[in-house]
Each structure stands twice: as C-alpha cells, then as structure tokens.
C-alpha cells in the first residue's frame, strides 16, 4: 500500500510562490508510473494541475498554470514536487499528491480517474 503525504502548503500573496512536497512511502514511486498534483476548490472536484511520468521525461500541465507551475520527481528520495509561481487567487485551494499506474495513466491522462492512491492534502490560499 502506497502513502503519500504532501507538506508546504499555506497563506501567500497574490504574485507569491510556494514549493510543495508529496514523500511516498511503501512501495518506492518507481512502481509507479505517473505522479501528478491535483487542487479541490471549495464545491469542486479534484483538477490536474501537473503530472509526471515515472522518470520525469514526460510533463503535462494544466492550461491554467503553463509558464507559472513547475512538476519535478527524485524517485531516489520517493519525493514529488510542485512550483508554484505567480499565484494567483483562483490557484487557491487543498492541493492532492496522487500516484497512478501505467495502466490507468494510458486510459485517462493526468486526471483524478487515473488516480489510484491519494495524499491527504495541502491547503493553499492566495490572499493580500
């Protein structure tokens, strides 16, 4: 069974950045091929932000967050990052580390369906 816990959330001002951080523990994140970030607005469902392949050569961002978001992975220390830069207010919200499989990735891309093991999340608020 897979865990994933995310940390660095928090309060930011618009045009701030944080760096949040999502440690796998047991199984190593090799056996996993996609990694990806995922935010819940308050009475919304769980949107891509970013998401990586098993050894990061492939990257994929959300329209959203292209050119301010950055997704990176050292599988050594089974640890997922997310950038993020120029936040915005609409940025805000409980960031979710997911893993997915090689399986699920190739039937449904970097969404919440291809998700098959959840962190907990991170809250994110951008306000001045």
């Known amino acids: 069974q897979l865990q994933l816990v995310e940390s660095g959330g928090g309060l930011v001002q618009p045009g701030g950045s944080l760096k949040l951080s999502c440690v796998a523990s047991g199984v190593t994140l090799d056996e996993y091929r996609p990694m990806g970030w995922f935010r819940q607005a308050p009475g919304k469902g769980r949107e891509a932000n970013a998401c990586i392949s098993s050894v990061g050569v492939t990257t994929y961002y959300a329209e959203s967050v292209k050119g301010r978001f950055t997704i990176s992975r050292d599988n050594a220390k089974n640890m997922v990052y997310l950038q993020l830069n120029s936040l915005q207010a609409e940025d805000a919200g409980v960031y979710y580390c997911?893993?997915?499989?090689?399986?699920?990735?190739?039937?449904?891309?970097?969404?919440?369906?291809?998700?098959?093991?959840w962190g907990q999340g991170t809250q994110v608020t951008v306000s001045s």
């Open positions: 997911g893993a997915a499989s090689s399986r699920s990735w190739a039937t449904s891309g970097c969404t919440a369906v291809a998700v098959r093991d």
